[in-house]
């Protein structure tokens, strides 16, 4: 089964604009939020603030979509490159901006680390 791509906008709606308030914790990938969608289902949007290869992020997402009892379901991803023109040592350079999101089942006593520990 394919993962299903989301828009960014749908997950900063979910996350209300990945708020403070809505932020469930963070990891060694990045910072991980809440998602209420309006129909009230309810998600964990893991945004990933480190930059890893193609190849990590594909075995990532693989990786976590395995189907077991304590491992998190990945509902969906989000995975964009932005160009923006910015000032580098006083030239105009162009910069690749890597945003990379996953959306995970939502676990209502937290991540598998904290079952794990009781
Ligand atoms: N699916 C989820 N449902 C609810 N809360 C979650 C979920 N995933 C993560 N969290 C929350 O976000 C925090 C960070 O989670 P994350 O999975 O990024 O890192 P970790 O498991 O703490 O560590 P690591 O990234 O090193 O494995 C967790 O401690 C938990 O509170």
Known sequence: ???AE??????EEITEGFSEGRLLGTGSYGRVYKGV??????V???RLSYDLEDEQFKELRNHMRLDH??????????????????????????????????????????????????
């Open 1 to 3: 089964m394919e993962l």
């Open 6 to 11: 989301l828009p960014f906008r749908l997950l």
């Open 37 to 42: 969608h309006k129909n009230g289902d309810e």
């Open 44 to 46: 964990a949007v893991k």
């Open 69 to 118: 009892p304590n491992i998190v379901r990945v509902v969906g991803y989000y995975d964009e490159t932005q160009h923006k023109q910015v000032n580098y040592e006083g030239k105009f350079v162009v910069a690749e901006v890597r945003h990379r999101a996953l959306c995970l089942e939502y676990m209502h006593n937290g991540s598998l680390q904290k079952h794990l520990s009781g």
